[in-house]
């Protein structure tokens, strides 16, 4: 018998009664999403993938206008693969992480040459460009009803709380995928990869989870364990590295601007930039970079400067002005009402705001 004051552990039911559990709740309280076919339609493939690749690393909120105004331009694949890289870029600008978009056209050509249908298994997917382990399983479970967990953040917080799992983020990561992949019913395996979606974006939220609300609550351990609210447990962040750079910001007597274009691979890989030295560990002194402007002009600076975060680094950049004449420099000269139609990602666009003050 259970001593008084020790929390009781509830035994986990069955897979099949918890994926029950969890679909029944589904069909009251699926959310209604652009990209998702309704009840009982069959889904689009390209739907499903576009919006995979778009939510990496982005919010639901964030993608529903992108998502609308993609499919309104591009409303099917091979529209998509004809398209230009620029437009795609263009239309992508403000979603972040530009190598998702080059992939995404890049994939869109791939699945066109090969008769416009993606394959309908995870290793065929993930053969793809910009289709990993997790984008696979989703486009699998959710267009082709594979069983097949899709395991992201949300879905790994779910499954360590659900049983109670203590260990840190990311060396929990195997076992909460096993827990996840146990759980997929052989029968609608995509709206179940999709109510684990919505379970773990609308109820068992990072902070203050809904466990009122919660198909799973009588059989959650965190939950009658009170610890809900601190699991998943991750392994301390380690500081981001910063690093510095100096931006020029050349106008002409016409009042256009010079931009570049950022080499194909790499960070912001094809988009446009205002021209800046590297970006470094150390600042630059002003002579410094003057030293590595395009071309010599009377550089001066502009005050304030531009912070930005990516990924793997913080980022601060100086700007460095100046009018000049006729002047050659590698690059395209664009005329201010010209720029908004540029593929520029957010920190060049933050850039051109604090020049332009
Ligand atoms: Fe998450 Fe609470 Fe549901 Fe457990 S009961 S899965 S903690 S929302």
Redesign the pocket.
Known sequence: MAGYGVPRRPSIPDPARLAGQLLAWYDRHRRVLPWRAPRGAAPDPYRVWLSEIMLQQTTVAVVGPYFRRFVARWPDLGSLARASLDEVLHAWQGLGYYARARNLHACAQAVAARGGRFPADEAGLRELPGIGAYTAAAVAAIAFGARTAAVDGNVE??MA??YAVRTRLPEAKPRLRDLAAALVPAARSGDYAQAAMD?GAT???PVK???G?????A?????ALGI?EI?PRRAPKKAKPQRHGVAFWAVNAKGAVLLRRRPEKGLLGGMMEVPSTAWRATPWSEAEAKRAAPFRARWRRVPGAVRHGFTHFDLELEILAARVNGRRAPGLWVAPGRIKDQALPSLMKKVIAAASR
Do not use: D, S
């Open positions: 917080r779910v709380r659900l379970l109820v068992c939220t989870p809904k466990c609300l919660c198909p799973w609550r059989a959650c351990r965190a939950h809900a699991l």
